[in-house]
């Protein structure tokens, strides 16, 4: 039950709306009273939250003998809405991209969890910019390994070039190998942490992948300048060189 109500409240649902679209699924189709007897939701509460369900187009509503009976839509109608909003803010993302992009203009964000992460890497791809990673033993697989392997090939397609600089111990040395269209160098592991710096276009980011994951974006030219320069004087004085093959 609690991975059913993650994956509705990540889609957007409320708790209430959750608890009552799931107990529909259960039992086909149902009246406001039954639905708060099997809920344990105010009734009255029950009657709000069904607006609501039928506003997002998953639930349904039906008149039977003088009694209001609500039913489920299928489950894909939620994916119908999501391509919906994506198609919605695709519309919308070239003048949000301009405002953001303003040239000269610093921004600042701090993000939470594995949501941060992703953000991060899709983010690459709509700039379609070539990054360099330093420092950790790519913790990213720790976390989001599907989106990661996801965000790879995509990028590896599009011809988004990666460099990174490793710590030189085993578990890198092996997570390397899934990583393609990449140049890959390892330097000593002399203090463990849980850092690690990403430099593309003009941000600087600092992933904290521990238990709670920590993104703190920053949007400023000048400084992802002086990162990346001093990320390529280290990379080229760094011997050994692993080139993974496109994918």
């Known amino acids: 039950m609690a991975g059913k109500m ?9 708790q209430n709306e959750a608890k009552i679209y799931l107990a529909l699924l259960q039992y086909g189709k149902a009246t406001a009273a039954s639905l708060a007897g099997k809920t344990g939701i105010h009734r009255r509460v029950v009657y709000d939250t069904m607006i609501q369900l039928e506003k997002k187009g998953i639930v349904g509503r039906a008149e039977i003998d003088g009694v209001t009976t609500y039913a489920p839509s299928p489950p894909s109608s ?6 919906e909003k994506r198609d919605a803010m695709e519309k919308a993302l070239p003048d949000l991209s301009r405002a953001f992009e303003q040239e000269g203009k610093t921004v600042a964000s701090v993000m939470y969890g594995a949501q941060g992460i ?16 330093y420092y950790g033993q790519l913790q990213i697989f720790d976390h989001i390994p599907e989106f990661f392997q996801i965000f790879n090939q ?5 011809g988004i070039k990666a460099r990174y ?3 030189d111990v085993p578990k890198a040395r092996k997570r390397s190998k899934l990583v393609p269209f990449a140049d890959i160098k390892f330097i ?9 710096w990403w430099v593309y276009a003009d941000r600087v980011v600092l992933f904290v992948l521990e238990n709670e994951q920590l ?3 920053i949007k400023n030219a000048a400084l992802a300048k002086t990162f990346q320069q001093s990320f390529d004087n280290l990379f080229s004085s760094t011997t050994g060189i692993r080139k993974a093959k496109r994918a």
């Open 6 to 14: 993650d994956a509705l409240t990540g889609f957007g649902l409320t």
């Open 118 to 133: 992703k953000t991060v890497l899709e983010d690459i791809l709509t700039l379609r910019a070539d990054y360099s990673v």
């Open 154 to 158: 995509k990028r590896a397609k599009m």
């Open 78 to 83: 939620m994916l119908s809405a999501l391509d």
């Open 188 to 196: 000593g592991p002399s203090a463990l942490s849980a850092g690690v």
């Open 165 to 167: 600089l490793l710590l």
């Open 215 to 217: 993104v703190i974006l």
